[in-house]
DNA sequence: AATGTTATGTTTGGATCCAAAGTAGAGCTT
DNA sequence: AAGCTCTACTTTGGATCCAAACATAACATT
């Protein structure tokens, strides 16, 4: 994929997540085209990456659409990562955790506790903890023993909403998100040491429940049943 | 997607599977036209299709390859199946069984009983198989609340080895295959009970053992611990 | 007046053309 | 002789052109 062809597909991802296009508004290559400034070719060719990404789908017999998304496909979507993110740790456990990841994901811990040490969330923190987060993440499944695990979350992730690194929101609110981070940083810390003892169905099981802390903190913190914020990086 | 365009992605699909072009191989654009008979376009626009399912992948800054799969590969793609189809079913435990539902299921699990109850198989009885298992794993999946774990399942389904209907196998062994359909004929019972009485965990964890059984029912019988062999149907 | 048929317009899919990027090979220089 | 550079060829990506399919609207017929 080229540059310009790659900046066709995430500028139309940017643009549908944004909700420029409404759901289940008919969109057409060359308005699509036009708007962007390219010819029909590498719309028509992000349009099928877009399909299997699942956020257009077809329209009947011509063009798509861009797909509509429920309450409930958003709970989904995150059951799912964290069924396969869990898949990953069990493996991870039941295989052996090797020194050199150990270390890897060490360092994570680790930066994660100096983050949250000095007992409050600044501005430039949350893009420290996306990215630490992403990495410990990413460790973990890159090391399930196959890409396999790893390609089917990928193409989870490409909702929008699904994402792991879609936790941290409200940079409005930190005294709330740094309480959000205190808890997922404890699910990591035990993730680690279930992975260390091999206890494959205590990481699991951990990895799951630690999937749904963008979407159900909120309701510790009463701000009633609903499904969080939308994410705000990309 | 057009007819023929449909036909492009799985033609190749079906060439990729069946080895035509070996895995690591570079594949260029050309070539798979002429060999299609067709021009570079649709070919263009199946390998992005063909990309997102996992059978491609980047051939560095040019081209395309053949993805290379290894045994563990196929293990993870047959336990991320499971897991998915799993999660489905401990969701639909949990929010009950419509009675429409378990009409539904009992239709397929009752064709099953008597496709079986002559005590051996026939060859034409791998297609019936083939169908009411298929049928069977749909219902589950298209209940579980939201099209999203079915596109997961869908996605990881392209990987040619991981198909919940690439059970049957062997014509040439047909008592071999009998007692397999037995076994999983049972679990698909067992599901159903543990579905009716909203036994959530149960019901999963009998889901992700059913994945297996493609993969591992191989060794029962005495062939070793391999990987059972490749699907016969598409 | 209502329905069916035809014609026109809109949109997508396929083919071809052109440009850009990359790779390999050959020749030159040190 | 070895390494570097320049050139030519291969291959991919983008744009445009043409054909086919589908939708819509108008007109004619019953």
Redesign the interface.
């Known amino acids: 994929?080229s540059d310009s062809d790659k900046s066709v597909v995430s500028r139309l991802r940017k643009l549908i997540g944004e909700g420029f296009y409404q759901p289940g508004e008919r969109i057409g290559e060359v308005a699509v085209a036009e708007q962007l400034g390219v010819s029909r070719t590498p719309v028509?060719?992000a349009f099928?990456?877009l399909?299997?990404?699942?956020l257009l789908q077809?329209a009947g017999k011509r063009g798509f659409m861009v797909r509509e998304f429920?309450e409930?496909?958003v709970?989904?979507?995150v059951?799912?990562r964290g069924?396969?993110e869990?898949?990953a740790a069990r493996?991870l456990a039941e295989q052996g955790l090797s020194p050199a990841l150990a270390e890897e994901l060490t360092v994570w811990i680790q930066k994660g506790r100096e983050l949250l040490a000095k007992g409050y969330l600044e501005e430039r923190d949350v893009d420290v903890w996306s990215e630490l987060n992403r990495r410990f993440h990413e460790t973990i499944v890159g090391s399930?023993?196959?890409?396999?695990?790893g390609?089917?979350i990928a193409?989870?992730n490409h909702?929008p909403f699904a994402a792991a690194d879609s936790i941290v929101i409200d940079s409005e609110a930190l005294d709330r998100e740094y309480r959000k981070l205190q808890l997922a940083q404890t699910q990591h810390e035990l993730v680690f040491q279930a992975l260390r003892h091999g206890e494959g169905a205590r990481a699991e099981m951990l990895m799951r429940e630690h999937a749904f802390i963008g979407l159900r903190y909120g309701e510790l913190l009463g701000l009633g049943p609903g499904l969080g914020q939308p994410r705000a990086d990309d």
């Open positions: 994929m028509r060719l099928r990456t399909e299997q990404e699942g077809r429920t409930a496909d709970l989904c979507a059951e799912v069924v396969l869990g898949l493996r399930a023993g196959s890409p396999v695990i390609d089917a193409r989870n909702l």
